[in-house]
């Protein structure tokens, strides 16, 4: 297989891996290359090159262009080995059905045919130079010391869009990418999106929303609830009357978000609308993507189960 697109700058790159990464699990050189990354989250993550064609490893000292992602190691995750393929098909359907920015990302594969994960890194330059870049469980001042370890799930999601009202001077336009990140997330049930799933990067002396990363349907794989962060999508707004008999939010709940989070209604609405069916683009991605049948038919089914949660209060 080989691999030609903007993950790699057009370069032909064979996406089979020279190494199992699983052989390598709680090796020196494992700890070593994971401490070479400052990317959150629990699943292993591994900093890569690119060189000669092939994807290898970063060594000690070297600045990676790559992370790759091998399914958890943790046995008890609900079909884990299919963890990569999930990722990857989430961020493709974002991506391609509707247009959300995302990280470049592909799927390769190690010698005994396992899926890995990898994503380019979007804080590295062309010429190597990393920009600034500041997550949001940092900006909103959260951390381990005053939150203790699940800190990043503190909060809630009118926390970050004020914070990108506070810091970023274009913020109408990143609020929207925001916003329509909060109902993708919710649409297909990626509970995981916590603080440090939200960054903003330095763009040229300004800052931005980065592309969306580690966009992923968890609820393939573990019991999540509706949002990640605590106190949803803010504390202080009103629930609708389904939110309150259901304990699930509808389409109103997030149009009163987006209305607080400073955002115009018909653009609210624009972005909810297409939210409110499935694209039969999406059923083709899924049906032909590497997960299994079974899967597949889970897949579809938790996305259409929130599509009618979300539609709901409208069809009463």
């Not at 494992?30 to 990317?39: D, E, I």
Request: charged share 25%.
């Amino acid at each position: 297989m080989r691999g030609n697109n903007v993950l790699f700058d057009s370069r032909r790159v064979s996406l089979e891996l020279g190494f199992n990464l699983d052989e390598k699990h709680h090796t020196e050189e494992m700890t070593r290359v994971m401490q070479l990354l400052s990317v959150s989250g629990v699943q292993e993550k591994y900093p890569a090159v690119v060189e000669k064609g092939k994807i290898r490893l970063a060594k000690a000292g070297e600045r990676s262009t790559h992370i790759l992602k091998p399914a958890p190691w943790d046995a008890t995750i609900n079909e884990r080995w299919y963890i990569p393929v999930n990722e990857h098909l989430t961020m493709q359907i974002a991506a391609k059905v509707y247009g959300i920015e995302t990280a470049a990302n592909g799927l390769c594969s190690t010698p005994s045919g396992q899926p890995v994960y990898i994503t380019r890194r979007f804080d590295i330059s062309p010429d190597g130079t990393k920009y600034p870049m500041e997550d949001m469980a940092s900006l909103i001042g959260r951390s381990e010391a005053s939150e203790g370890t699940v800190f990043k799930y503190r909060g809630s999601y009118m926390e970050v869009a004020q914070a990108i009202r506070r810091y970023i001077p274009a913020w109408m336009v990143n609020m929207e990418r925001f916003f329509e990140l909060v109902v993708f997330n919710y649409i297909y049930a990626n509970g995981d999106a916590h603080l440090k799933n939200f960054s903003l990067i330095n763009d040229n002396g300004d800052y931005r929303l980065s592309p969306a990363y580690d966009l992923m349907n968890t609820a393939l794989h573990v019991r999540d609830g509706d949002f990640a962060l605590s106190d949803g999508l803010s504390p202080s707004l009103p629930k609708s009357d389904t939110y309150s008999h259901t304990g699930h939010p509808c389409r109103q709940d997030f149009e009163w978000f987006g209305k607080e989070a400073g955002m115009v209604g018909s653009r609210v609405s624009r972005i909810l609308d297409k939210y409110s069916v499935l694209p039969d683009s999406v059923t083709e991605m899924v049906t032909g993507s590497l997960l299994t049948e079974k899967l597949q038919r889970n897949y579809l089914r938790i996305v259409k189960e929130r599509i009618s949660r979300f539609i709901r209060e409208e069809r009463e």
